[in-house]
């Protein structure tokens, strides 16, 4: 049972599955706000968000610490975010729309927004669906080439929540800036920053 315990992916699980139990906590006490809808829509994007950019932060964190390992979590943190991003989107066509397909195509096509949102769910299927260690060995080199989808996905979610928002733009702006910036660390100069501030660490150690 310690040994269990002591392990981090099942510690990492639990902290993911948070949002969602607040989630449940909220609605049985009623306190969902004036409109659960909106409160679900918004919880579940915003944590999708949250999710993809922990994935992205897996190998700059990586690079900087040393800590290989750090990889094994990857994975994990990235199926969470599809997981959000499926409570997201059934929640706009089950809870807000009543599947009226209808009325969904003509959001996908009148309301940009809608349409990135839907672009960025759309492009995570693949990446979910290849997550498995073998189909990382049946893909080899073409798996990592896909993958790389996760670098649109995370812009395409923060445009999604840019154009949502009509007042206040604090929070996707904030999210957009930490995506660039990580973005920003896997180019050749990024690659170079990081690994000096990991050698000028080891040397104040």
């Known amino acids: 049972m310690g040994a269990v315990l002591r392990n981090p992916k099942l510690w990492i699980f639990a902290i993911c599955l948070l949002p969602l139990a607040r ?12 409109n659960p809808i909106e409160f679900i829509t918004r919880s579940t994007g915003t944590w999708t968000l949250v ?19 750090l990889i094994r979590y990857r994975r994990m943190l990235g199926l969470f975010s599809f997981f959000y991003a499926c409570l997201h989107f059934v929640t706009y066509i089950w809870l807000d729309q009543f599947f009226d397909l209808a009325a969904i195509a003509r959001d996908i ?23 498995t260690h073998a189909m990382m060995r049946r893909l080899g080199r073409r798996w990592q080439h896909l ?5 649109l996905v995370a812009l395409l979610a923060v445009v999604h929540y840019l154009w949502l928002v009509k007042k206040d733009l604090t929070s996707p702006l904030i999210y957009g800036a930490v995506v660039v910036i990580l973005l920003a660390l896997r180019l050749p ?16 150690r």
């Open 109 to 131: 096509v009148k309301r940009p927004f809608i349409t990135v949102g839907f672009s960025a769910f759309v492009l995570l299927i693949p990446l979910a669906s290849t997550s």
């Open 189 to 204: 100069w990024g690659v170079r920053l990081m690994q000096a501030l990991r050698g000028w660490g080891a040397a104040v």
């Open 51 to 69: 999710g993809l950019i922990l994935t992205l932060s897996v190998t700059p964190l990586r690079r900087l610490s040393g800590y290989a390992n």
């Open 23 to 34: 989630l449940i906590a909220l609605g049985g006490s009623g306190g969902l706000g004036a």
């Open 147 to 151: 993958h790389r989808l996760i670098y």
